[in-house]
């Protein structure tokens, strides 16, 4: 079963609007991390937002919030007011485990995000 | 800020060539990894590495190996190039952010085996 799952290939959204990208996640461990992380054209990987599997709240980091729904096990980002650099890939990311001790990353295939003028 | 490079950012190799790929980063971090990117997988875990000379698999290690000889350096080895490593390939190595310890990646090497 794929660890991480982006259902999403491509999405086109208009300027100003918000947009949600999907990401569903597969495990048995407990302690978890979820990462979003943006592609953008030139091809640099940028940490975005993260949600510990422990973490009361919903991960907020500027425009960007994680609307993460444990019991669902689904951790969608959500983009508000989206702008026209926004236009990038973008990917979803599990660490299992504890902070320390396992560093891996499991990646989803990727949203191809593009803003519309 | 953090600065994880990589040696080239475009590479043309012949089939059956030994290619290296380099990554230096120069924040003093233990543990890097190389990633290749391809449309519709995603990353795919290729090696990593915890410690100098210490070195485990990833997901898809065949066709690969590595070296890490100093604690910056991490270097990727495809021992005999095959038009089916046409890839990008990333490097990353992991530290404090903010709040958690996050993957800092480098720019990429785009890779073509012909």
């Known amino acids: 079963a794929q660890k991480i799952t982006q259902t999403q290939p491509g999405m086109f959204v208009q300027e100003k609007e918000a947009v949600t990208l999907d990401c569903t996640y597969d495990t048995s461990d407990p302690s978890y991390g979820l990462f979003w992380y943006k592609q953008p054209s030139s091809g640099e990987m940028i940490f975005l937002i993260y949600q510990g599997s422990y973490d009361q709240q919903n991960a907020t980091e500027g425009r960007y919030s994680l609307n993460f729904q444990k019991a669902r096990k689904s951790a969608n980002l959500v983009i508000s007011a989206s702008q026209l650099g926004d236009s990038a890939m973008y990917f979803c990311a599990m660490r299992e485990g504890s902070n320390f001790g396992n560093e891996k990353l499991t990646f989803g295939t990727g949203t191809r995000l593009t803003i519309i003028p | 800020d953090v600065k994880v490079t990589q040696s080239s950012r475009y590479l043309v190799k012949r089939t059956g060539e030994k290619v290296f790929l380099e990554c230096v980063q120069d924040m003093d971090h233990e543990n890097m990894f190389w990633y290749r990117q391809d449309p519709g997988l995603g990353l795919r875990l290729i090696y990593f590495?915890?410690?100098?000379?210490?070195?485990e698999k990833g997901d898809i290690p065949e066709g690969y190996s590595v070296s890490r000889e100093k604690k910056e350096r991490f270097s990727l080895i495809l021992e005999s190039a095959s038009t089916n490593q046409t890839s990008m390939y990333l490097c990353a190595s992991v530290g404090w952010g903010a709040l958690v310890r996050e993957q800092y990646f480098g720019p990429g090497t785009r890779l073509t085996v012909t």
């Open positions: 590495s915890y410690d100098v000379k210490m070195k």
